[in-house]
């Protein structure tokens, strides 16, 4: 497709609870980024992936968060046991391995709100 | 490394009057700098960037940003302000290897517009 695909809009758990966000990247963009947004404030880069590849996680919490791309499937990034800080929005953008490499192209974002 | 800082978390102009939201970056190269549009609910559109090519660039909606590198500086400014303009701004840098790049936001400022 030609824009990046969220889902869902809405996410709501209890804490302790799973997540479990899903993005689609535009079809042949080589490269997927996770971002979270606390409070609408500056945007948190988790990981990136190249293909089903992880290429950077420096911004993982690993200990709760983990994140998938694989062949023929929506990426994902999963929170275990959510806890209340990690209440935000998170983004999905993907770009292209050659042309316009540098452009990023957002999803419209998973709210997910732990209670 | 790299990082932006973003001057001012809101502004307020009168519709009609001139947009200056101001981003300072530091970055050990040379780097690509980014401004992108958060409207309510939604992900980022990329106002505009600048790649090492010519230092005034021009995006869409009549906004324009400066390069400049003596003062590190990528303010973004609009002659006349519309209300449709009332939204989020958020300055980026990147530094890109190859096809990957990794991308830093500023926190944010936000614009209002007075009619």
């Known amino acids: 497709g030609e824009e990046v695909a969220q889902t869902p809009k809405h996410l709501v758990r209890g804490e302790g609870q799973k997540a479990k966000l899903y993005c689609a990247p535009i079809?042949?963009?080589?490269?997927v980024f996770w971002y979270q947004q606390v409070l609408k404030n500056e945007f948190k880069f988790l990981i990136s992936f190249q293909n089903e590849n992880v290429f950077d996680e420096t911004g993982m919490p690993k200990e709760r968060f983990s994140a998938k791309c694989l062949p023929n499937s929506p990426c994902s990034l999963e929170i275990q046991a959510t806890k209340l800080e990690d209440s935000a929005v998170y983004f999905c953008?993907?770009?292209?391995?050659?042309?316009?490499?540098?452009?990023?192209?957002f999803g419209s974002g998973t709210q997910l709100s732990v209670l | 490394a790299q990082s932006v800082t973003q001057l001012g978390s809101h502004v307020s102009v009168s519709e009609g009057a001139l947009v200056l939201l101001r981003c300072n970056y530091s970055?050990?190269?040379?780097?690509?700098l980014f401004w992108y549009v958060q409207y309510p609910n939604q992900g980022l559109q990329l106002l505009l960037k600048?790649?090492?090519?010519?230092?005034l660039v021009k995006g869409i909606n009549g906004f324009e940003a400066e390069f400049k590198k003596s003062e590190t500086s990528f303010h973004l400014t609009k002659p006349s302000a519309h209300m449709s303009d009332a939204a989020e701004y958020f300055c980026a840098v990147s530094r890109t290897s190859g096809g990957y790049q990794k991308v830093t936001f500023g926190t944010g400022t936000k614009l209002q517009v007075i009619p």
């Open positions: 079809k042949g963009h080589s490269y």
């Open positions: 600048y790649t090492s090519a010519a230092t």
């Open positions: 970055s050990s190269v040379p780097p690509y």
């Open positions: 953008a993907s770009s292209q391995l050659t042309g316009e490499k540098e452009k990023l192209f």
